[in-house]
């Protein structure tokens, strides 16, 4: 079953009935005793391309949304979580990968995930192995391997995955190794765990 997300009646700071009102220009929540405005619901997702030999790493999902879809491995990235951090989190959960973040390949925009309630942001990263053994969590995933793009293919597969492993191959058998945004350290960025992609 897909997730179910509720829009916000009561204040989720002091629990008083929201009511409705204009606020820049677009009608929002708003509480009438703490003033309170409900902005909106977002989420952001990250994935990751890891590439061995010509091969993309994909993995079968297990649990819904999509499950027994092939996809990158990834999820959804915590509250106070690097953006980097969190898909090497994942990686490390589904696959049982060890890696490191090298560029960003990709966002994906979708701002009706869920119509008028929900608005879903996802940052694909190209991943560098650094160790360990294929070990496919089966909380999360049902199988998980590496795949040309054209055995891909002929899996159930996310679309985006299979451009961006495609993408991902030619540009490092063109010699591109580091493709997309990179991680621009000793800009002053306001924010203590603010980091930049920016590009080279
Ligand atoms: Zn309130």
Redesign the pocket.
Known sequence: MPPIYVEFNF?P??A?KLDVAIVEGKERKI?P??D?IHWGEYSVGVGGVLIHKDKGLIVQRAINPGRGRWTIPGGYVDQNEKIEDAVVRELREETGLLTEPVSVLAIKDRPEDVPGVKHDIYIVFLLRYLGGELKPDPGEVSQAGFYTPDKCRSFNISPLSLHLITKAIERNQEGDLTPGFLRKDGLPIVGALSELYTLS
């Open positions: 204040c700071l002091c008083a509480c005793r703490c309170y």
